[in-house]
């Protein structure tokens, strides 16, 4: 083998080296669809978490999920965004996950990004109502 065709190899392998570390950096930060379940349906829905910037997306997705599809059948649209926040993303319900630890928490209560790598299953749970005697 000549001195340039070993560079040549060298510099094949090391390039073979580089992409291989770059591609298990890039597996390393994707994060696995979180399973969607609103209490009471028994569908579950799938939502990607990375592919959202903030809670205020995640809350317009779930809104689109359980709520527009609803109205829009019966023909009560809802303006994309209107005041949407985890709150009153899915009227009626609190927004909680589940961790890796399987502990349910609510959703809102940590950063963003440490949000996104710590939920497992998003849960919509209807909120209890106070039962007042008239």
Not at 49 to 75: I, P, T
Not at 105 to 121: M, S
Request: hydrophobic fraction near 40%; glycine fraction near 6%; charged fraction near 30%.
């Amino acid at each position: 083998m000549s001195r340039l065709e070993g560079h040549s190899h060298d510099a094949q392998l090391s390039l073979s080296a580089t992409a291989a570390a770059a591609a298990d950096d890039v597996a390393s930060k994707i994060v696995p669809p979180v399973t969607v379940v609103l209490e009471g349906r028994c569908i579950c829905h799938r939502i990607r978490l990375d592919e959202h910037s903030d809670y205020e997306s995640l809350a317009k997705a779930l809104h689109r999920m359980f709520v527009v599809d609803v109205n829009e059948s019966y023909g009560r649209g809802h303006e994309e965004g209107e005041g949407l926040d985890l709150a009153n993303a899915v009227p009626g319900h609190v927004v909680a996950y589940e961790d890796m630890e399987d502990d349910l928490l609510l959703v809102g209560d940590l950063q963003w990004n440490d949000f996104v790598r710590v939920a497992k299953r998003i849960r919509i749970i209807p909120a209890k109502r106070s039962r007042q005697k008239h």
